[in-house]
């Protein structure tokens, strides 16, 4: 299994422009979410999926879209990005082991800095 | 709103040495408490996973407690190594299910050989 794996690694972009944050698992799990990583500010949740076609937001969603056509892909949209969304963005999946919670995995990042 | 607070910000220790890093919650109302490692520029790590039923959970040289009615969590790391050098994330799991975690601003631990 490859995990979870975030495309691209790093990313820069200018204000205004739009992308897209790439998220795949393959570990058939249900549940995928979004966070961003600033300093002295801890990771906080941006979106989150409970399963396909599900999804809601979390502390931090604005500037942000996300769908789950598919069990194994969670992408983040940005339509119009801001100097205020420089940060790492991480992705996670995890799924529910009766009785014993849930441990979340987490892909490697992507830097994006925005200009 | 859940906060999470871990003190301290950054510890530096000799090689071989126990260590407790804290973790404290304001909500108890929580369904589990997860401690993560994060090495520079890398992603999160799982570590240890404490259902709100259980007290503690042990992994190796580690071991996690929780006290829930008191709001706090300690990881203690047995005979410190210069490998175990990283930032450690304490996370409270809460929502229907425990997907949504709220997170610490993390402990950066240096182990000198």
């Known amino acids: 299994n490859a995990g979870v794996t975030q495309t691209p690694k790093f990313q820069v972009l200018k204000t205004g422009q739009s992308m897209t944050l790439q998220c795949a698992q393959d570990?058939?799990?249900?549940?995928m979410s979004w966070y961003r990583q600033d300093p002295g500010m801890g990771l906080r949740l941006i979106h989150y999926?409970?399963?396909?076609?599900?999804?809601d937001q979390g502390e931090v969603p604005n500037g942000y879209n996300v769908s789950r056509s598919t069990t194994e892909d969670f992408p983040l949209r940005l339509l119009s990005a801001a100097p205020s969304q420089t940060s790492v963005y991480f992705c996670?999946?995890?799924?529910?082991?009766?009785?014993?919670?849930?441990?979340?995995?987490f892909g490697a990042g992507t830097r994006l800095s925005v200009l | 709103k859940q906060e999470v607070t871990q003190i301290p910000a950054a510890l530096s220790v000799p090689e071989g040495e126990n260590l407790v890093l804290n973790c404290s919650f304001t909500d108890s109302a929580i369904y589990n408490l997860q401690w993560f490692r994060q090495d520079p520029g890398k992603g999160l790590t799982s570590l240890l996973l404490?259902?709100?039923?259980?007290r503690e959970q042990t992994s190796g040289r580690l071991n996690a407690s929780l006290d829930k009615s008191s709001g706090r969590s300690t990881l203690y790391i047995a005979a410190s190594q210069p490998g175990d050098s990283a930032t450690y994330l304490c996370a409270v799991g809460s929502g229907a299910g425990s997907y949504q975690l709220t997170f610490g601003k993390g402990t950066k631990l240096s182990v000198i050989p």
């Open positions: 570990m058939n799990h249900e549940y």
């Open positions: 999926s409970v399963g396909a076609g599900i999804t």
């Open positions: 996670a999946s995890s799924y529910s082991r009766q009785g014993r919670g849930n441990i979340q995995y």
């Open positions: 404490i259902q709100s039923s259980q």
